[in-house]
């Protein structure tokens, strides 16, 4: 079946640094890839998509690019602020059958420090 | 704007007890869906309604039963809750079920924290 994998932390960087948050997929298909974030005590909102391979998804200074070749849809940013603390989670949704609903990644517990 | 609405956001439970969890959207959207979340587990999906009048089972169905009362509304019911219940659950829309679109974001509530003792 679909899978994903990210790393899962914490992960700890101070202000200004850059970011990345390794994802890697396995699919049947050609599935759509997203960044969801979840701040403490809220639900999770959309960060970010991709819908095919060479798409690049940006939002809030964040990009994530789908890499057919490597499976991957890897987070980035060049200079994260403390707000930026929270959990990411990887996740794709596969229109090619099965059950429907996102797979998701466990999340990478993102801490940064001022 | 409200979104997705769930309701209550907190519960503590007996073993034993049921519970009814409730959820709403307001965006006129199709598909509707129940995960839930666990330390270290990401989260799974628990059951889905493609549209209204058809639910399904997904990742991790037992225990839990479901129904779409309209296209507003799909809640979630524990019969007889169990401790590895212990859990946040989230429901979430979209616009399409993925067999029609599966390029559309799903869209969560904020979640129902829920202990069984």
């Known amino acids: 079946g679909d899978s994903v994998t990210q790393m899962e932390g914490p992960v700890t960087l101070s202000e200004e640094a850059f970011l990345t948050i390794n994802c890697t997929y396995t699919?049947?298909?050609?599935?759509?890839l997203f960044w969801y974030v979840q701040y403490p005590g809220e639900g999770l909102q959309l960060l970010l998509k991709?819908?095919?391979?060479?798409d690049k998804g940006s939002n809030k200074g964040f990009e994530a690019t789908y890499r057919k070749e490597t499976t991957s849809f890897h987070l980035e940013k060049g200079s994260v602020q403390v707000s930026d603390s929270a959990v990411y989670f990887c996740a794709l949704r596969n229109s090619g059958g099965g059950a429907d609903g996102l797979t998701f990644g466990k999340g990478t517990h993102l801490i940064i420090q001022p | 704007n409200a979104g997705v609405t769930q309701t209550p956001k907190f519960q503590v439970l007996k073993t034993g007890q049921s519970m009814t969890l409730q959820c709403a959207q307001d965006m006129n959207h199709n598909s509707m869906y129940w995960y839930r979340q666990d330390p270290g587990m990401g989260l799974r999906l628990i059951y889905y309604s493609a549209s209204e009048g058809t639910t399904d089972k997904g990742e991790v169905p037992n225990g839990y039963n479901v129904s779409r009362l309209n296209k507003r509304e799909f809640s979630l019911r524990l019969e007889s809750a169990a401790p590895s219940q212990t859990s946040v659950y989230f429901c979430?829309?979209?616009?399409?079920?993925?067999?029609?679109?599966?390029?559309?974001?799903?869209?969560f509530g904020d979640g129902t924290r829920l202990s069984i003792l």
């Open positions: 979430a829309s979209s616009v399409l079920p993925q067999v029609r679109s599966g390029n559309q974001p799903q869209h």
């Open positions: 991709a819908t095919k391979a060479d």
């Open positions: 699919a049947t298909g050609y599935p759509s």
